[in-house]
């Protein structure tokens, strides 16, 4: 992504194409890419590239700028969705009616439009593990992001497939972009354990698209009464 750190060293290098405070979510660099001056975003990326100031994210976000900044409708991320689900029922260490997988995010909040697509995925048992590689086998995640890749539907990783890197982190999380009727759309996975599935959906999922839902819940438990 891009914070206010990385853009004010775009800002200090010239560029005036992002604009950050105003701006609404961009599904990759987490900033619009608007067109303040002549410059291109091509003209962009190459300028910034030389001067060193883009991640390898950030250059997929202003190769794909034009597909990525385009809204989807309900029946293409529910495709999305399905390619995913497929990936997941195909892994052979778990029956396929052992596995659940949800879509999140502004989806699973009924809006007409999403901007990019957000799958949940967990075991159905509470203490079933083998979804993740904790035995020295390939994860469910590895798994899905390598078939997809396999199939041309993923075309470029953001995050690798891997646990996160906080030791405390029971989930495994992806983040990348896939391509659907000709256009690249942006596509995160989490595998949570059955036991966290409630609080991914809640706090990981709900939080991207309701903020005023997120600053508000915490408050709210913390004046509850205690058990």
């Known amino acids: 992504g891009a ?22 979510f961009c599904p990759v660099s987490h900033v619009w890419l608007l067109p303040l001056t002549p410059y291109s975003t091509q003209d962009l990326r190459e300028s910034a590239e030389a001067k060193g100031l883009l991640t390898p994210q950030q250059r997929v976000g202003l190769d794909l700028y034009d597909d990525l ?12 969705g399905a390619r ?26 009924g809006r007409k439009t999403c901007g990019d697509v957000d799958v949940l995925i967990s075991a159905r048992a509470p203490h079933d593990q083998r979804l993740f590689d904790d035995r020295g086998k390939t994860s469910i ?5 390598r078939q997809l890749t396999n ?9 690798g497939a891997e646990k996160h890197s906080a030791s405390d982190d029971t989930q495994d999380r992806y983040m990348g972009v896939c391509i659907v009727d000709g256009v690249h759309r942006r596509l995160d996975i989490i595998v949570s354990p059955a036991a966290e599935y409630g ?18 819940n915490p408050a709210r ?3 509850l009464p205690k058990a």
């Open 3 to 24: 914070g206010s750190k990385r853009c004010k060293e775009w800002f200090d290098a010239g560029f005036r194409t992002v604009q950050v405070c105003s701006a609404p």
């Open 69 to 80: 900044a385009l809204r989807m409708d309900r029946a293409t991320a529910a495709a999305m």
């Open 84 to 109: 995913v689900r497929a990936a997941a029922m195909s892994f052979p260490e778990v029956a396929a009616e052992d596995i659940f997988v949800d879509i999140g995010g502004s989806f699973r909040r």
């Open 141 to 145: 995640l590895v798994h899905i992001v």
């Open 151 to 159: 199939e041309g539907f993923v075309t470029h990783n953001l995050t």
């Open 199 to 216: 609080a991914a959906l809640v706090c990981v999922w709900l939080r991207r698209g309701s903020l005023v839902y997120a600053r508000a």
């Open 221 to 223: 438990s913390v004046r």
